[in-house]
């Protein structure tokens, strides 16, 4: 039995030796603790529950999130960045968002409501009063084009009935007459271009009976309808301060909205392809049904002549070079107001102006315009998915590597001043539930991990100042160390070493230790046991031959 404890101490001890020679080939800088991992079963016990309590409350976080981009939104932290994700459009968000630091230099606006944002990500660049409460005018149909968009297509033919003659005589006209067949997009054209209200109301019947299922619906039913869908939708979108009352923008006391609403639905406006390229155009010139009954006498079809009212993007002298769009408006309770968006290099913006006058509402919108494109910068911050830094680990399985990168979800992009571009500063704060400080100050994260589990936060400053915090993910799985596979990393580590000089070392260090292994071995057993027999053999024959004397 002595001899056998002996035997399973010296392998014990010789194990111990390789293991040790092993972790000799290591990495220069990686700690004690980064190579071997124990832990008792409480400890493990108690980790094991915190880790599955921070896995369900960041799963709970990310499904959050993702409803919240399921209906548009944009996450309010973001403090005027957005994220968008790759080879997708930008989702309309249900907020607007502060830019992160304001340039100088804003032109001055005489209107006594404006807002300029970026079209992608909702960013205000410069507001005035834009909460307060407006009357939208013709801008309404920009709302209304988007409720006309969710029920009906544009290559649709739809009839023209008597709710043309349910306008004032004041009121502009695209020139529909009773009876006409017209596409949904040429009825489009004509609440756009030449602002029609008769369009408009043309375009409400037609949705409204559609979305009731009644084609006998009365045109009083019909706006009653109609109107219903747009405050719903202006609800969806996000607003703040709307209200509206008919589909044409004609003033009514309770038809009302805001700038910033206004900014929100502009802003799903120009995701739509059908009518952001309507409102690009300068005119339009052709048949109302698109020739679809040229053989057929008895249908009503008309040949229309528009041209848009917005001198933004007509031939004119107040034609801006980087006008799209959008809309105007005008009622004497209104004033001059303007939705303009225009494109230059990779910015798209929308202004938008209320109560303003005639020519300001021209020449302020083309310098607000300019003042965004001269004096912000869009910056890309992070590519989806792209490592924000890469994190170091403990208690991990070393397999996986020693470092786990910190990602956001979704792109996150922002504008900036220009000269402010290159003075952001990203700090990387770890939650307290995944952070691990060392002596020497350095911070890790704990294992285990699953990809998307928020792990810290990242926050922004320009020039000391706070500007923004952004939640951050864990990029891959890690999985927790086991005895088994650091042991199996180690051999893994030795043999990608083995020819190396510390390699060559290493082999020789354990050589000499099995050698001195073996050489106790064998004294243990031919030495010592020699002895043994030695004294036995040298007692029994002197008894016997003692016998034998007597």
């Not at 602002?195 to 375009?203: E, H, I, P, T, Y």
């Not at 004033?335 to 494109?343: I, K, P, T, W």
């Not at 910015?347 to 004096?375: C, H, Q, V």
């Amino acid at each position: 039995m002595k001899k056998r404890w002996h035997k399973v101490l010296a392998l014990t001890l010789a194990a111990a030796l390789c293991l040790g020679a092993v972790g000799c080939g290591k990495d220069e800088g990686t700690t004690e603790e980064q190579q071997v991992t124990t832990e008792t079963e409480g400890t493990e016990g108690q980790e094991n529950t915190e880790n599955q309590e921070n896995k369900e409350d960041a799963a709970a976080d990310q499904a959050e999130g993702e409803g919240e981009k399921a209906e548009g939104a944009k996450e309010p932290e973001t403090d005027g960045a957005t994220t968008e994700t790759e080879g997708t459009a930008a989702a309309t968000p249900t907020t607007l968002q502060e830019v992160w630091l304001q340039a100088d230099g804003a032109p001055t606006i005489t209107a006594e409501s404006a807002l300029l944002i970026d079209q992608e990500s909702g960013t205000i660049l410069y507001e005035k009063n834009a909460k307060e409460k407006i009357y939208p005018a013709s801008v309404t149909k920009i709302i209304t084009a988007l409720v006309v968009m969710d029920y009906l297509q544009p290559d649709e033919i739809i009839t023209v009935g008597t709710e043309i003659n349910e306008v004032t005589l004041d009121s502009s006209k695209a020139g529909h007459v009773l009876n006409e067949k017209l596409t949904v997009e040429n009825a489009l054209r004509g609440l756009l271009m030449p602002s029609g209200n008769d369009s408009a109301n043309v375009l409400a019947a037609a949705t409204a009976r559609k979305a009731e299922n009644d084609q006998d619906m009365s045109f009083a039913k019909c706006e009653a309808v109609f109107t219903d869908l747009m405050n719903k939708k202006a609800e969806e979108l996000g607003a703040v301060n709307s209200h509206f009352t008919n589909a044409h923008g004609y003033h009514d006391e309770n038809h009302y909205s805001c700038a910033y609403d206004m900014a929100l639905f502009t802003m799903a406006f120009m995701q739509n392809e059908t009518l952001a390229e309507i409102v690009s155009e300068k005119s339009f010139s052709g048949n109302g049904a698109d020739g679809q009954f040229a053989d057929d006498p008895e249908v009503i079809t008309q040949d229309y002549n528009w041209v848009s009212h917005n001198y933004l993007i007509t031939d004119n002298e107040y034609q801006y070079a980087y006008a799209t769009g959008i809309k105007t408006g005008f009622t004497d309770e209104a004033g001059e107001c303007l939705a303009a968006s225009a494109e230059k290099g990779d910015m798209k913006l929308i202004s938008l102006l209320f109560k303003g006058s005639d020519p300001a509402r021209w020449t302020e919108s083309a310098s607000l315009l300019e003042y965004g494109f001269n004096n912000y910068a869009r910056v890309e911050l992070t590519a989806a998915g792209a490592a924000i830094e890469e994190v170091p680990l403990t208690k991990h399985n070393k397999l996986q590597g020693d470092t786990v990168p910190l990602v956001y979800q979704n792109a996150l992009v922002t504008y900036l001043p220009t000269n402010a571009v290159d003075s952001v500063e990203t700090t990387v704060t770890i939650l307290d539930d995944y952070k691990v400080e060392e002596k020497d100050g350095t911070v890790k994260v704990k294992a285990p991990l699953t990809k998307g589990e928020k792990i810290a936060t990242v926050t922004y400053t320009i020039d000391g100042k706070e500007v923004a915090q952004m939640p951050a993910y864990a990029g891959a799985d890690i999985e927790k160390g086991t005895i088994f596979n650091n042991i199996w990393y180690g051999l893994k580590t030795f043999f990608s070493h083995l020819f190396s000089l510390k390699g060559l070392i290493t082999v020789v260090v354990i050589v000499v230790i099995l050698t001195i292994i073996y050489l106790i071995l064998k004294r243990m057993r031919y030495g010592g046991g020699y002895r043994r027999r030695g004294g036995y053999t040298l007692k029994s024959p002197s008894r016997r031959r003692g016998r034998r004397r007597w």
